[in-house]
């Protein structure tokens, strides 16, 4: 890789390969950083993280990334009446989740209570895809087809979920 000054720009550019990050357009990289690569982690390994006895009880239903008015957190729903067992443990929850990702990602975790059974509940999210109509707008409003098409697919697995 090779460094050279671009004379009829400001900038430096980098000749050689680029990362797959710095390729995708930036309104891709700007749904993909909101809408949370944490997120999608927290889900893929939850009975990891919380145990398989607290995995029957509850599931995450939001993250929120920290911004400088609060500080980023999860949001956890659980069965009433079990809210005791996962505020013991917390912590180890926290732990767990700030070291698969190297760093401390989630600062704290919210409790929200729901009756009846979890798998009614988790069918009652606010979401049904993962790419709200604000994005779905931001996806149309790319101009390469490809893209666009493999974002569309990326939410369509997402939904499988």
């Known amino acids: 890789m090779e460094f050279k000054n671009n ?52 599931y995450p239903k939001s993250f929120k990334n920290s911004n400088r008015f609060g500080d980023s957190y999860l949001n956890i729903m659980v069965k009433r009446g079990r809210e005791v067992e996962l505020e013991y443990s917390k912590k180890v929850i926290l732990q767990k989740i ?35 109509n604000r994005y779905i707008k931001k996806i149309s409003g790319i101009k390469n087809d490809k893209i666009k098409k493999s974002l569309s697919e990326l939410s369509k697995f997402f939904n499988k979920k």
């Open 98 to 132: 700030n070291n698969y990702f190297d760093g401390e990602t989630v600062k704290r975790i919210k409790l929200t209570t729901f009756d009846g059974d979890l798998e009614k509940a988790k069918e009652k999210r606010t979401f049904k895809t993962v790419t709200k």
């Open 7 to 58: 004379t009829k720009h400001r900038y430096k550019t980098i000749q050689g390969l680029r990362s797959f990050k710095d390729a995708l357009p930036t309104k891709v990289k700007n749904i993909i950083i909101k809408k949370g690569n944490v997120y999608s982690k927290i889900l893929d390994n939850w009975r990891y993280v919380v145990g398989d006895e607290l995995f029957e009880i509850c």
